[in-house]
C-alpha cells in the first residue's frame, strides 16, 4: 500500500466502529490544518474527500497526541468546510456537471450522489446530462438507486434502465426480499407490478441469474407491489432445482449426513460414531435390549427427552434453529429473505437426526405393536388425570389403516386441538368442551400460556447483556485470542481454560476486560482474572445458546441471580409454554405465519394443498414430521405440569374461573 497514491491516501469514513478510523487520523489533522475557508477546493473529488473529514470531526476523532485547544481549532472548521461543499455542490449545473464527476474515484460514488441530490443538482441537470455522465464515470445503477433523490427527478429514465437487463431484477430482490441490505434502496413510482413481475420472470430464466437470488423469490410471500405470486414462487423453485440438478450432475460434493440403526449386541443404550470414510457421517446405534424393556408409554416418551435428547438439561427444545449455532460463513456469507428463518449446519444435523430417529422409533414400536398416537392419546387421557388432576383433555388417535395422507390430516388436527385445550386449562382451570367446541381462534404457538408464572428469562435488548454476551461467547470477541498458546473460540473458553493475568491482554483489549469486571462478569484478584459468578455464567451462557433460560430449571442460586439480573435491568421474565425460539420452529415447520421458507406442513395439509397424487413415501415423512413435533409439545406439557407441582404448592393447578 503506496502512502504516495491519492486514491489510497484519501480520507473515507466509514462508520463510528471502523478499524480504519485511527490509520485516517493523521492525513484528517492534515487536512485540517491546511484548509483554507478562502480558497476552498475546486476539485470535486477533494472536496468528497472534505466532507469525510467533516465526519470524522463531527463524532469527534483526533489524534491522540491532540491538545484540547487543538480540538476546538479543528471542530471550528467544521462549519467552514460545510459551507465550501455547500457552495461548490450547490452551483453545479448542466455546463459543468459532466467535467466536475468524471474524475471521481469508487471509493466516494456514494458521497457524490447523496452530495448531489442534497444540493438539487438532480434538479437543476436534466437526466440526459446527469445519467450518461454518472455512467461514465463508474457510477453503478445500484449506487444511483439508493438516492431517492435521483431517482424521483429521473423516473422515466431510470425505470428504462431497471427493465433493460434481466440482471437489474436483483435491485428489486434486493429491495422487497433481501434481510440486511447496507443501503436503501428506492425504485420509480413508474415501476408498476407488472414490470416487476416480468422483470424477475427474465431473471429466473436468464442464464446468469444468481441462485441465491432464484431462492428468495421461491420462498418469498406474496407481494403486491411486484406482483410476487405462487406462479412466480413456483417458476423459481423449478429453475433452481434446475440449476442444482444441473451443478451436482458435474459436481461430486462432499458427502455430509447422519444415520441411525438398531444393534442387537451393544451395551450401551446409544452409541455415537462419527465415520469419515467417505465425507462426514454421523452414526447413531441404539440398543434393541434396551428399546425392548422400556415399551411402557412413560419410557416410551422418556426415550424421546433423554435417549435422542430432544431437550437440553433445562428442558429446552434442541430443535429450533438458533443463531448461536451459525458459524463465521454462514452468518455473513449468502443471502438471507426478509421473512427468512435462519437456518445453518448444525439446525440441519439435528432436524435429520430427530426425523430419522422418530422413523426408527415408529418402525421399532410398530413391530411390537405399539402405536406412537395411542402413546400421545394415554398422556392426555390417562396420564395428566392421574399424576396432576387435569381432567377432561381429549385426543384421538387416527386409525391405523389410513392412508398417511389421511393419518397426518388427522394428527394435526388432534395436535392443534390439544394446544387449545391446554390453553384453555392454564387461563381457566379446567377444559371445558362446550367453550372448546366455539372457539374458533387458531393456535398461536407464541401465545400459549404457561401454568408457572415468569417462566423463562430473556435478555433486554439494548441492554449492557448485549455487549457483555459478544464479549464472552462470539467468536468475533476481541478477546478470543492474545496469542498462539492462548486463545479459543470464544473468550468464556479461554478464560476457564487458562490461568489469565490481566497483564496478558493487549492494551486495545483492556477496555472491553475493564468493562466486563466492571458490571461483575469478570474478578481480578491481581493474580488472575477469570469468571466472577458461576450461577451468572451458568446463565449468561443459556442466554446465548438458547435465547432463554428456563427459571424454574435453576438451582435457587441461579434463581437470586436473575432477580438481580432483573433489578438491573438486564434480563425479563415471561410466561408461555414456549420460549421465543421454540414457537418460531414450530410456526416454521407449521405455518407461514412468520416465515416464509418453512415447510408449511400444517397448512398444505389441512387446506388440502397437498395433492393428493404426490406419493405415499412423501406424506408418510410428513407423517413422521407431525409426530415429531406432537413429542415435542408433550415434552414441554409434561415440563410445564412438573414445574408446576414442584413449585406451586400443594395444589399447582390453576384456579377455576369463568371466561369473561
Known amino acids: 500500500m503506496s502512502e504516495d497514491d491519492p486514491s489510497i491516501r484519501r480520507v473515507r469514513f466509514y462508520s463510528v466502529n471502523d478499524l480504519s478510523i485511527s490509520w485516517y487520523l493523521p492525513r484528517v489533522a492534515e487536512l485540517v490544518e491546511r484548509f483554507d475557508p478562502e480558497s476552498p477546493p475546486a476539485i470535486t473529488e477533494d472536496l468528497l474527500e472534505f466532507h469525510n473529514v467533516q465526519q470524522f470531526l463531527e463524532h469527534g476523532f483526533f489524534p491522540a497526541e491532540y491538545s484540547e485547544e487543538q480540538r476546538k481549532r479543528s471542530q471550528a472548521r467544521i462549519p467552514e468546510i460545510h459551507r465550501a461543499i455547500a457552495r461548490y455542490f450547490s452551483a453545479l449545473g448542466e455546463a459543468d456537471f459532466a467535467t466536475a464527476v468524471a474524475t471521481v474515484g469508487y471509493e466516494y ?17 436534466r437526466a440526459s446530462v446527469a445519467l450518461p455522465a454518472l455512467t461514465a464515470t463508474g457510477v453503478h445503477l445500484g449506487t444511483m438507486l439508493a438516492s431517492r433523490k435521483l431517482v424521483e427527478a429521473y423516473d422515466a429514465e431510470i425505470r428504462s434502465e431497471l427493465l433493460a437487463s434481466p440482471s437489474n431484477a436483483e435491485h428489486v430482490i434486493r429491495k422487497h426480499l433481501e434481510a440486511g441490505t ?3 434502496i428506492h425504485l420509480p413510482r413508474s415501476l408498476s407490478p407488472s414490470d416487476a413481475h416480468s422483470l424477475l420472470e427474465r431473471y429466473i430464466d436468464s442464464e446468469d441469474a444468481n441462485t441465491n437470488y432464484i431462492k428468495l423469490i421461491a420462498t418469498a410471500k ?31 460434493g462432499f458427502k455430509t449426513g447422519c444415520e441411525v440403526g438398531l444393534s442387537d449386541s451393544q451395551d450401551s443404550p446409544e452409541m455415537l460414531e462419527l465415520d469419515t470414510t467417505d465425507g462426514w457421517t454421523v452414526r447413531y446405534t441404539y440398543s434393541t435390549e434396551w428399546l425392548n424393556g422400556t415399551l411402557d408409554e412413560p419410557s416410551i416418551l422418556n426415550n424421546f427427552q433423554h435417549l435422542f435428547g430432544f431437550v437440553d438439561e433445562q428442558s429446552l427444545l434442541v430443535l429450533p434453529a438458533y443463531p448461536s449455532q451459525l458459524g ?35 418402525h421399532f414400536l410398530g413391530t411390537r405393536d405399539v402405536d406412537l ?28 389403516a389410513s392412508t398417511y395422507l389421511q393419518r397426518v390430516r388427522h394428527l394435526f388436527v388432534e395436535m392443534e386441538s390439544a394446544m387449545a385445550q391446554f390453553t384453555l386449562f392454564a387461563r381457566y382451570g379446567e377444559v371445558d368442551r362446550d367453550l372448546l367446541s366455539i372457539s374458533s381462534e387458531p393456535v398461536r404457538y407464541k401465545e400459549i400460556p404457561s401454568l408457572l408464572p415468569g417462566k423463562y428469562v430473556y435478555a433486554v435488548n439494548g441492554s449492557d447483556l448485549d455487549g457483555i454476551l459478544h464479549l464472552l461467547f462470539s467468536d468475533q470477541s476481541l478477546l478470543t485470542y492474545i496469542s498462539e498458546s492462548l486463545k479459543s473460540e470464544n473468550a468464556a473458553g479461554l478464560m476457564v481454560e487458562n490461568h489469565l493475568t ?16 466492571s458490571r461483575g462478569v ?8 477469570g469468571i466472577a459468578s458461576a450461577e451468572r455464567f451458568h446463565i449468561l451462557a443459556s442466554l446465548f445458546t438458547t435465547r432463554a433460560a428456563s427459571y424454574y430449571h435453576l438451582s435457587e442460586k441461579c434463581r437470586s441471580e436473575v432477580d438481580a439480573m432483573v433489578t438491573k435491568g438486564w434480563v425479563t421474565c415471561r410466561s408461555t409454554l414456549l420460549t421465543e425460539a421454540e414457537a418460531d420452529y414450530f410456526n416454521y415447520i407449521l405455518n407461514a405465519v412468520d416465515f416464509s421458507n418453512g415447510p408449511n406442513l400444517r397448512n398444505r395439509y389441512l387446506h388440502g394443498t397437498q395433492a393428493n397424487r404426490d406419493s405415499e413415501d412423501e406424506h408418510f415423512t410428513a407423517y413422521v414430521t407431525a409426530l415429531r413435533v406432537t413429542v415435542a409439545l408433550i415434552i414441554k406439557l409434561n415440563d410445564d405440569f412438573w414445574l408446576a407441582a414442584e413449585n406451586l404448592g400443594a395444589d399447582p393447578l390453576p384456579e377455576k374461573t369463568s371466561p369473561a
Open 182 to 184: 447496507r443501503t436503501a
Open 502 to 517: 490481566y497483564d496478558d491482554f493487549a492494551e486495545h483489549q483492556r477496555p472491553a476486560v475493564d468493562f466486563l469486571i
Open 109 to 125: 460514488h456514494a458521497d457524490l450522489i447523496d452530495l448531489l441530490g442534497r444540493y438539487k443538482a438532480f434538479d437543476r441537470c
Open 328 to 362: 463465521v460463513m454462514e452468518r455473513f456469507m449468502g443471502t438471507t429473505g426478509k421473512n427468512e428463518y435462519k437456518i445453518g449446519a448444525e439446525f440441519r444435523l439435528t432436524d435429520i437426526r430427530t426425523l430419522l430417529q422418530t422413523r426408527l422409533y415408529h
Open 222 to 252: 406474496d407481494i403486491k407491489e411486484i406482483a410476487l405470486d405462487a406462479k412466480l414462487r413456483l417458476r423459481a423453485q423449478r429453475r433452481n432445482n434446475e440449476i442444482t440438478n444441473s451443478f451436482f450432475a458435474e459436481n461430486s
Open 373 to 400: 398416537e395411542r402413546v400421545f392419546s394415554w398422556f392426555f387421557e390417562e396420564y395428566l388425570e392421574n399424576e396432576f388432576g387435569a381432567a377432561n383433555f381429549a385426543f384421538t388417535p387416527s386409525d391405523r
Open 522 to 529: 469478570l474478578a481480578n484478584t491481581g493474580t488472575r482474572v
